[in-house]
T-cell receptor
Framework: AQKVTQAQTEISVVEKEDVTLDCVYE???????LFWYKQPPSGELVFLIR??????QNEISGRYSWNFQKSTSSFNFTITASQVVDSAVYFC???????FGAGTTVTVRA | GAVVSQHPSWVICKSGTSVKIECRSL??????MFWYRQFPKQSLMLMAT?????????EQGVEKDKFLINHASLTLSTLTVTSAHPEDSSFYIC????????????FGPGTRLLVL
């Protein structure tokens, strides 16, 4: 079984600030996938990013970037120059069966 | 691409009735679909894994006779909440994994169930 820890329950920022969401996971698998999903107030989960465990290259996609450190089992996610529309609950989830973390509620104030 | 729909989006029913929720992958085939429930301000809890043409695999603590799952085709899975009670009120979300094995799950918009 996977275990996911998102230590931050809530984060509140002012628009244009950067937001970094922490995620630490436990797994016995040697290869696995990691995901970040976003759940806006409407409730529908939106797929954001997926990483393979054997690819530790960190990337930037638009305002999103992520920092994957296999040695520390961390998969952090950053929103640069946050916008009000980024307000949502963000879930980290490893593996295809998706053991979800508790989620981090991000509130971006205008 | 990768659109998953759920129907209905909202349902209110009386205690003791059964409610069926449909989950469809609209533009891809999914051998595996997943059903989750989510209580307010909580994370998603996996209820069961639905496999096309075979029995669903239920997570520990989930009553299989209470939550009937049928995966009749590569694009449709249904969850039936039998003899619903107020404690079954929740947000039910399905997801589907593309047959092409991209490992990414795409989620439906969810179904809010309120049992009176």
């Amino acid at each position: 079984a996977q275990k996911v820890t998102q230590a931050q329950t809530e984060i509140s920022v002012v628009e244009k600030e950067d937001v970094t969401l922490d995620c630490v996971y436990e797994t016995r698998d040697t290869t696995y996938y990691l995901f970040w999903y976003k759940q806006p107030p409407s409730g529908e989960l939106v797929f954001l990013i997926r990483r393979n465990s054997f690819d530790e290259q960190n990337e930037i996609s638009g305002r999103y970037s992520w920092n994957f450190q296999k040695s520390t089992s961390s998969f952090n996610f950053t929103i640069t120059a946050s916008q009000v529309v980024d307000s949502a609950v963000y879930f980290c989830a490893p593996d295809y069966k998706l053991s979800f973390g508790a989620g981090t509620t991000v509130t971006v104030r205008a | 691409g990768a659109v998953v729909s759920q129907h209905p989006s909202w349902v209110i029913c009386k205690s003791g009735t059964s409610v069926k929720i449909e989950c469809r992958s609209l533009d891809f085939q999914a051998t595996t679909m997943f059903w989750y429930r989510q209580f307010p301000k909580q994370s998603l809890m996996l209820m069961a894994t639905s496999n096309e043409g075979s029995k669903a695999t239920y997570e520990q603590g989930v009553e299989k006779d209470k939550f009937l799952i049928n995966h009749a085709s590569l694009t449709l899975s249904t969850l039936t909440v039998t003899s619903a009670h107020p404690e079954d009120s929740s947000f039910y979300i399905c997801s589907a994994r593309d047959l092409r094995g991209q490992e990414t799950q795409y989620f439906g918009p969810g179904t809010r169930l309120l049992v009176l």
